[in-house]
């Protein structure tokens, strides 16, 4: 990958559900050690862009490039590839209701590498004090708080020390201190050198986290900025978005 070419870009983007057009012509790149968030209404196609990212939804016209290859035309076994490299917060965690947190975040590495199990532990151990969860290796995810939940699905997510992380709405649901500590966790993925891109409808911690945000409306990116611009361009489609939530109830 060239110094000039973005990690990932999409373009051309265009998703139907039946005869509903959801996306139509999106486009937009994400610069490597960047984090990217996009806002918008409630169904309007903010997930499906992450979810085709890592090829479990194919547009129906357009292209993703990943490292300047296309993810729309590869196989299983090329999406393998870009998965250990490319990893998905599930919203809810997604975790294995029938394995312990240990056993949870050593998932990855027993899938996809040949170490060792005292190496695995050794790993799992470091990510789970990453994400402030030593102790609770035991547990069962019926056990675990909502917030505890998320971070272990992070832990996971991170295991395999992925270039990017697609953060589904880390924070949705999360009470005021459990929503800090994950702001706390993708700071410090951030300083790590993680490339990001996070969808939310929690504007505050998207002005924290961001480097950019864009504004999905219609189908399609209407305007994109960074916090600061929006803080100085006071007739901006997507700060009168922004503060339009604000004002409202969340």
Same mark, same amino acid.
């Given at each position: 990958?060239?110094?000039?070419?973005?990690?990932?870009?999409?373009?051309?983007?265009?998703?139907?559900?039946?005869?509903?057009?959801?996306?139509?012509?999106?486009?937009?790149?994400?610069?490597?050690?960047?984090?990217?968030?996009?806002?918008?209404?409630?169904?309007?196609?903010?997930?499906?862009?992450?979810?085709?990212?890592?090829?479990?939804?194919?547009?129906?016209?357009?292209?993703?490039?990943?490292?300047?290859?296309?993810?729309?035309?590869?196989?299983?076994?090329?999406?393998?590839?870009?998965?250990?490299?490319?990893?998905?917060?599930?919203?809810?965690?997604?975790?294995?209701?029938?394995?312990?947190?240990?056993?949870?975040?050593?998932?990855?590495?027993?899938?996809?590498?040949?170490?060792?199990?005292?190496?695995?532990?050794?790993?799992?151990?470091?990510?789970?004090?990453?994400?402030?969860?030593?102790?609770?290796?035991?547990?069962?995810?019926?056990?675990?708080?909502?917030?505890?939940?998320?971070?272990?699905?992070?832990?996971?997510?991170? *295991?395999?020390?992925?270039?990017?992380?697609?953060?589904?709405?880390?924070?949705?649901?999360?009470?005021?201190?459990?929503?800090?500590?994950?702001?706390?966790?993708?700071?410090?993925?951030?300083?790590?050198?993680?490339?990001?891109?996070?969808?939310?409808?929690?504007?505050?911690?998207?002005?924290?986290?961001?480097?950019?945000?864009?504004?999905?409306?219609?189908?399609? *990116?209407?305007?994109?900025?960074?916090?600061?611009?929006?803080?100085?361009?006071?007739?901006?489609?997507?700060?009168?978005?922004?503060?339009?939530?604000?004002?409202?109830?969340?």
């Amino acid at each position: 990958m060239t110094d000039k070419q973005p990690l990932i870009e999409i373009k051309n983007f265009h998703i139907s559900y039946g005869e509903k057009e959801v996306l139509k012509d999106v486009n937009f790149v994400v610069k490597e050690k960047e984090c990217l968030t996009i806002v918008g209404e409630s169904g309007g196609g903010k997930t499906t862009i992450l979810r085709s990212i890592i090829g479990l939804l194919k547009p129906n016209q357009g292209e993703i490039l990943v490292e300047g290859r296309n993810v729309v035309a590869m196989d299983e076994k090329e999406l393998t590839q870009i998965r250990k490299m490319v990893s998905y917060s599930f919203q809810n965690g997604a975790l294995f209701d029938s394995m312990t947190v240990y056993e949870n975040v050593a998932f990855p590495l027993r899938e996809h590498t040949k170490l060792s199990e005292k190496e695995i532990a050794r790993k799992v151990r470091y990510e789970l004090e990453e994400f402030e969860l030593k102790g609770i290796e035991n547990s069962y995810p019926s056990e675990l708080s909502g917030g505890m939940t998320k971070r272990v699905g992070m832990a996971r997510s991170m *295991i395999l020390k992925p270039k990017v992380i697609l953060y589904d709405e880390p924070t949705v649901s999360l009470d005021p201190y459990n929503t800090a500590k994950m702001v706390k966790v993708m700071l410090k993925l951030k300083k790590r050198g993680t490339t990001s891109i996070l969808v939310t409808h929690n504007i505050p911690v998207a002005l924290r986290v961001s480097d950019r945000i864009a504004l999905l409306l219609d189908g399609t *990116i209407k305007a994109m900025g960074t916090p600061k611009t929006l803080e100085q361009s006071y007739n901006s489609l997507l700060k009168n978005f922004i503060e339009g939530i604000k004002g409202g109830d969340k």
